[in-house]
C-alpha cells in the first residue's frame, strides 16, 4: 500500500468521561473534590481512529451516535484530529455511548457503560460509498452486530480491496466466540487482549489460544499483553515484543492505540515484528497521560521511541 492509508473505522464510538484524584466513591450524598475531569472520543473504533489519525491514516468514523449533546462533543474531538466522521449516524431516540471511569493511582479504571446508539448500528448504516475508497476497514465491536452480519460487512471491504481487521470489545467469553466466529474467515488481523484470547479458547497459554483462532478463520492474530508487551501469531508464525518501560498514568485507549499502530506500520509494509513494536511504542504514548487522546505525537515522534526507548525486562 505504501504510505497512502484510508482506513475506515467501523462499529463502537463511545465518550468517555475521565475522573482523576479517586479516592473512594462518596456515601450517600456526600461529595469529593477530585483533580481532573474530562472528556475523550474513544472505543474499539473511536479511539483507533482518532489515533490512527495522529498517525497520518486518512481515517473515516462509521457508526452510530445519539441526537444528544453527546453526539455533539464527540463529533467535535474526532473532527479536531482530523477524522472525517461523516459515517457517524445519528439515531433518534438514542444516547450516545458514554463511559465515566474513575482512574486510580496504578492506572487501573474500572467503569461504567452506557452502550447507547451502538446497539442500534447494522449494517443498513454503512452504505457502498463509506467503503469504496478504503485500503482497510477496522470494525470495533462485532459482538453488536453478531457474527454474520460483521462478516457480510467485512467481506464487502474485502470485495473492494480492502484488508480487514477486528477488536472485540467484550470480555473472553467461548460464547462470544461462538456469536461472532462467522467473521473471521473474513478478518486478515484479529486484535484481542490475552484476557480474550484465553477466555474465548479456553487454553492455558496466549500463543495456544491465538493458533486455536487463526484455526478459526482469522488470518493474524495480534495479542496485547499489558507489561508483557505483545504477540503475534499466524498459521506459520509466532513473534513476541516486549512493552517500553514507561510512567503508567492511565490505561484507558492502550489497546486501541495498539491497534492504530500495528495497523498503521502493516500499511507502510512492515514487518509483524516492528509493527507490534509500533503498536506497542504507540500504546506507551497513551498510557503515559489521561485518555485516548493523551499527548501530541506524530507517526515520526513514535518511530522515533520505538528506536531510543527503554523495554520491559530489556536493556
Not at 441526537?67 to 439515531?91: I, M, N
Request: charged share 20%.
Amino acid at each position: 500500500m505504501g504510505d497512502v492509508m484510508k482506513l475506515g473505522c467501523a462499529g463502537v464510538h463511545v465518550l468517555d468521561h475521565l475522573v482523576t484524584g479517586i479516592e473512594s466513591i462518596p456515601e450517600h450524598n456526600d461529595g469529593q473534590v477530585v483533580e481532573t475531569i474530562c472528556a475523550t472520543a474513544a472505543g474499539t473504533a473511536g479511539g483507533t481512529a482518532l489515533v490512527a489519525a495522529r498517525l497520518g491514516a486518512g481515517v473515516r468514523s462509521i457508526g452510530a451516535i445519539g441526537d444528544d449533546v453527546f453526539a455533539d462533543t464527540l463529533l467535535t474531538l474526532l473532527a479536531r484530529e482530523g477524522v472525517d466522521v461523516s459515517g457517524l449516524v445519528r439515531k433518534a431516540g438514542h444516547r450516545t455511548s458514554a463511559s465515566v471511569l474513575p482512574v486510580r493511582p496504578n492506572g487501573d479504571r474500572p467503569a461504567w457503560h452506557c452502550i447507547g446508539a451502538n446497539a442500534a448500528f447494522g449494517l443498513a448504516d454503512v452504505s457502498g460509498e463509506l467503503l469504496r475508497d478504503l485500503t482497510h476497514l477496522h470494525l470495533g465491536g462485532p459482538e453488536f452486530l453478531g457474527g454474520d452480519a460483521a462478516a457480510s460487512l467485512l467481506a464487502r471491504a474485502r470485495s473492494s480491496g480492502a484488508t480487514t481487521s477486528v477488536d472485540v470489545l467484550a470480555p473472553g467469553d467461548p460464547g462470544m466466540l461462538e456469536w461472532i466466529a462467522a467473521a473471521l474467515p473474513h478478518t486478515d488481523y484479529l486484535l484481542p487482549n490475552h484476557e480474550q484470547v484465553l477466555g474465548f479458547t479456553g487454553a492455558d497459554d496466549v500463543v495456544t489460544g491465538a493458533r486455536a483462532l487463526v484455526g478459526a478463520g482469522a488470518g493474524c492474530v495480534a495479542v496485547t499483553r499489558g507489561a508483557r508487551g505483545a504477540v503475534v501469531v499466524t498459521a506459520d508464525e509466532v513473534v513476541e515484543v516486549p512493552a517500553y518501560a514507561v510512567k503508567v498514568v492511565d490505561t484507558t485507549g492502550c489497546g486501541d492505540a495498539f491497534s492504530a499502530g500495528f495497523l498503521r506500520a502493516r500499511s507502510l509494509g512492515l514487518g509483524l515484528r516492528e509493527a507490534a513494536e509500533l503498536g506497542c511504542a504507540t500504546s506507551a504514548q497513551v498510557i503515559g497521560g489521561l485518555g485516548t487522546d493523551a499527548g501530541a505525537y506524530t507517526l515520526d515522534d513514535v518511530r522515533a521511541f520505538a528506536a531510543t526507548a527503554d523495554r520491559l525486562g530489556m536493556r
